[in-house]
């Protein structure tokens, strides 16, 4: 029977992008699979990400595709259009329910929970984990100013993790994208260049999607 401590990666894709956003850098989430997999025995690696109905392309859409082929499972729903009390349209996407029924039911199967958000509301759960005896790590920033991570949720955590320290090991190194730029690769177009900055993927022809030398 293997000693090593059963993890399992549950990230909360608006809140981790929003915190590398702020901080400059990309992931490149095969580094970042990688990672953890050297820490344990990985069980599962969880993304949440809310998406857009009835678009014709959705900048996401490549990211969401090569998670799902490549060790992630993604957890989708689509966002919910609203008017505020000021007349102005807005989108609601919120991914906490999913991922917090899915850690309850995952308690009794690992050792531990790596939470990538800052997101206060989390407290709640991280509290309910402990109480099923599992360790809860979070993974966000104090970099900035105002911090990344609530105050409750750090406080509350077994063992809070500054995404900074991790950057040289989970970061897209920035090498790359100009070296692509320069050979004429899927950043020069105007959608790649989006895909780039918000969340840290190499986008490539589908035959190659596979090919973990090509995405990030």
Known sequence: MSSKQRIALFIDGANLYATTKTLGFDI?????????????????AFY?????????????????DWLDYNGYRV????????????????????MDIELA???????????EMVLFSGDGDFRSL??????????????????TQPPMIADELRRQADEFIEIMQLEPRIGR???????????????????????ERRYGIRQTPPPERDDGSSEG
């Open 126 to 143: 991280v509290e309910a984990m402990q109480r099923r005896g599992v360790r809860v790590s979070v993974v966000s920033t104090i970099s």
């Open 48 to 64: 949440y990400t809310a998406m857009i109905e009835d678009q014709e392309y959705s900048s996401i859409r490549p990211l969401i």
């Open 101 to 111: 029924i899915d850690a309850l039911e995952l308690a009794p199967f690992i050792d």
């Open 75 to 94: 957890v989708t729903k689509p966002t919910k259009e609203f008017v505020d009390s000021s007349g102005r349209r807005k989108v609601k996407g919120n």
């Open 173 to 195: 190194d920035p090498a790359e994208r100009m070296q692509r730029m320069q050979h004429g690769g899927f950043e020069d177009s105007p959608r790649g260049r989006g895909l």
């Open 28 to 44: 490149d989430y095969k580094r970042l699979l990688k990672e953890f997999q050297d820490r344990g025995r990985l069980v599962r």
